[in-house]
């Protein structure tokens, strides 16, 4: 719960910077992580977000910190300002500059539709059709000047649209990926009618081909270009005031961070960097603790997040398409979300089927057992009523609610209609829920040509752990990581996030014909440029280490496959080798008749920071020396029938404790269950991994 006071302290060095604070605002709380190696303590806060202003909520967790500002060397901070603004639509006015003839590029898509059967079905495009304009000018696919730039009619565009009350404007020409000069030239003359910098090139932000991708993309940066920028700057100003000397460094969705000062530039880049920092956090516990290979699932209180790490390192994509017709085509971690989170709804539908989710009783009202009102019952509600949370945290206000009343909902609004008790009927919603968390784990593995069976589920998030062990049994997963601090894993990301700065520019010719001197020059121009870019930063990094991959696609294909490349000067033949591996890798089908494209050429250049020593997040001097000494109590669980389970407090655990279920640890910010027949040991870091009952 929110506190006016550090959470814990820790005493132990924690590496070569002397205090870094990490800040990740989510939807409902915003929490803290502070590691400070002179004072040798690590302290957490988590507080109430403020939405009207985030920046609040930033203050109001480094106060509850005790935080000295003024004597920290560095703030990351990571913001969901740019994601809601998204997915709410609360978007700045923005004009769009185009080709003539392709200004409903961006409404005409790929010839999806919103709902794919029905006759009706709504779609708002970013900018709409009366702010779009469009000039003459044409660059033909190969880079060549079709059509001059019409400077008088691009003039006469610009000014409409300052008119017209835009605050931010694209400019996006046809195939300006192959020759950016026109848009060059007329961002130069747009800027000297601008009122301001909301300038957006489409080839700065995504040098590739598919205009309508390029398009939206570019319009996603422009439309929250504005409040992004607005936001950090009233943020450093407010950090400034209180005494704060250094950069603010703000989270990208690639799991990299970039300078306050910078990152408005590509604000499209933040978008899903909340869900990215938590990935980035898993990426780096896994790999500490010598478990590289983890699927993480990271349950919160209206949705559970799952992504995939290999040989810690989180599955990038630059094809994520946030909402229907809303592809984001800048390199994010890929990241896939399901509505089930602890708020989700259970109800009976008109089948007579039991249904959870995607319904939230969010933060307010709640859920039932919140005592705010809530009265529709969900999976966290389920969770107390089987003795999995603690009912002596439960609302006990004179005339609140009572886990008698909760279970007196739980058989009227579902047993009844089911058949079942209240029991039954929490037992069932825990069964659905977990079904289908579980289904968005696979879908994610198998998707990305793994099985889920060679990972360990690294869960997180405040209700993450309460599910693991149900979820890695329905997928045969062996093991689970439950880290230190799930609750504040995404803040701990943003700790430990390095730099990283990802370039794609399109090649889009069949291997045979393309010049691969070219190729040689696009991936040290990347590396270049990504270098300079990190050397521009006022922040400490160990090294710099670049990751290269192609996009490849047989010709005649829509989809790419992307592949890995040890070498700035691959072979023709060793791409085609590469590329046919990872095909049958993924499909287990060879084509050798047909030729292949080569379609991007990507590098990510990352400046990796000091090591931060995470055994320090829970205090070894409130251990106990043995595990009865940790126990807090005991109470009846349900787990396929009830059982006398103990209960221990997470911070008293020996550190050379090994638990068989079933048991309960519960800690500030989530509760682990350990089912029957399964063991829990911690590691070095104090990470608790359980091993499943089939494979001990």
């Excluded at 089912?675 to 870091?685: I, M």
Aim: hydrophobic share 45%.
């Amino acid at each position: 719960m929110p506190g006016s006071a550090p959470l814990t302290a820790a005493t132990a060095p924690i590496g070569s910077q002397s205090q870094v604070a990490g800040i990740d605002v989510g939807g409902t709380f915003t929490d803290l992580v502070l590691f400070d190696a002179d004072a040798r303590t690590v302290r957490l806060a988590k507080v109430p977000t403020t939405l009207d202003n985030q920046a609040g909520g930033v203050l109001n967790a480094l106060d509850a910190a005790e935080a000295d500002i003024a004597a920290l060397d560095l703030i990351v901070h990571g913001t969901t300002t740019t994601t809601n603004a998204v997915l709410e639509r609360a978007l700045c006015r923005t004009g769009l500059i185009t080709t003539a003839g392709f200004r409903d590029v961006l409404e005409l898509g790929r010839r999806t539709r919103p709902n794919a059967y029905g006759m009706k079905g709504e779609f708002r495009p970013i900018i709409p059709r009366d702010l779009r304009l469009e000039v003459p000018e044409r660059m033909g696919a190969a880079g060549n000047t079709l059509t001059p730039l019409d400077e008088d009619a691009l003039r006469a565009a610009v000014t409409a649209l300052k008119e017209d009350g835009c605050e931010s404007l694209v400019i996006h020409f046809l195939h300006a990926y192959a020759n950016p000069a026109h848009e060059l030239r007329a961002a130069e003359v747009a800027a000297g009618i601008w009122p301001n910098g909301n300038i957006t090139m489409g080839h700065a932000l995504l040098s590739e081909s598919r205009e309508y991708e390029r398009g939206v993309t570019a319009a996603v940066n422009a439309s929250v270009q504005p409040l992004l920028r607005r936001y950090v700057e009233r943020l450093a100003d407010t950090l400034a005031g209180r005494g704060y000397r250094h950069d603010v460094l703000v989270m990208n969705g690639n799991g990299g961070m970039v300078s306050a000062r910078h990152v408005a530039e590509e604000a499209a880049k933040t978008v899903m960097s909340g869900p990215a920092s938590g990935v980035m956090a898993a990426a780096y516990t896994g790999r500490r603790a010598g478990i590289p290979d983890l699927l993480t699932y990271d349950m919160g209180g209206t949705s559970t997040d799952v992504a995939l790490i290999r040989g810690a390192e989180p599955a990038v994509s630059n094809e994520i398409e946030i909402e229907y017709a809303m592809p984001i085509h800048v390199p994010m971690v890929d990241v896939r979300t399901v509505g089930a989170g602890g708020g989700s709804i259970a109800r009976v539908n008109a089948a007579g089927l039991l249904q959870v989710g995607p319904e939230s009783a969010g933060a307010t009202p709640g859920p039932i057992c919140y005592g705010r009102g809530g009265t529709r019952p969900t999976i966290s509600d389920a969770n107390l009523l089987l003795g999995r949370l603690n009912p002596a945290k439960l609302n006990q206000v004179p005339g609140g609610i009572g886990v008698s009343d909760i279970a007196e909902i739980f058989e009227r609004e579902l047993g009844r209609p089911l058949g079942l008790d209240a029991t039954g009927a929490a037992a069932a919603v825990l069964q659905v829920a977990n079904a289908k968390m579980a289904g968005a784990v696979r879908m994610v593995s198998v998707s990305l040509g793994e099985d889920p069976r060679d990972f360990a589920l690294f869960a997180f998030g405040g209700a993450g752990p309460l599910h693991a062990t149900a979820i890695a049994r329905e997928l045969g997963v062996p093991r689970v990581l439950a880290p230190s601090r799930p609750g504040i894993t995404n803040a701990l990301g943003c700790v430990v996030a390095d730099l990283r700065h990802d370039f794609v520019n399109t090649v889009n010719r069949p291997l045979d014909l393309a010049d691969m001197e070219a190729v040689h020059a696009l991936f040290d121009t990347q590396s270049a440029e990504g270098r300079r870019l990190i050397g521009k930063e006022a922040v400490k990094i160990d090294e710099i280490r670049e990751i290269r991959t192609v996009d490849m696609q047989f010709i005649g294909q829509t989809h790419v496959l992307r592949v890995a490349v040890d070498t700035p000067r691959p072979t023709r033949e060793e791409l085609q080798a590469r590329f046919e591996a990872a095909y049958f890798a993924r499909f287990r089908v060879k084509l050798p008749e047909i030729r292949a494209t080569l379609v991007n050429v990507n590098t990510s250049v990352i400046g990796r920071r000091p090591e931060i020593d995470l055994s320090t997040l829970i205090d070894p001097a409130g251990r106990k020396a043995t595990l009865a000494e940790a126990e807090t109590g005991r109470r009846q669980v349900w787990f396929d029938g009830w059982h006398d389970t103990p209960i221990y407090w997470r911070d008293h655990l020996p550190a050379t404790a090994t638990l068989t279920g079933p048991a309960i640890i519960e800690q500030m910010d989530t509760t682990i269950i350990i089912e029957p027949g399964d063991t829990a040991a911690q590691d070095a870091d104090g990470n608790i991994i359980i091993t499943l009952g089939e494979t001990a």
